[in-house]
């Protein structure tokens, strides 16, 4: 069994690039569409992106819409292949105790 990604693996990352990976032929999402997805405040969203953007798995695009800032949020191709990969990691476990 593969070993599980540390970074993903922390709940509020795991629901981020499950959301992101969801979404990635469509664009990237808006920071306010992924708190309401996850109930996290925006510190807390904040701070876990900026990880997962330092790690190379999402990309932050900030902009504006008329006089208003957007901040939106892609998975990268590295975040896609270590997301799959933990995926692959938790069915191995979940596997593996259906069949013991």
Known sequence: MSEPDELIHQALRLKLMAALYAQRTEGPLEFAHLKAL?????????????????????????DFVGKRPRTRVGVTGAGGRAFRAHVDYLRGIVESAVEG
Do not use: F, P, Q, W
Request: proline share 0%.
């Open 38 to 62: 996850t109930g996290a405040t925006d510190g807390n969203l904040g701070s876990h992106l900026a990880a997962l953007e330092k790690a190379g798995y999402v990309r932050i695009e900030k």
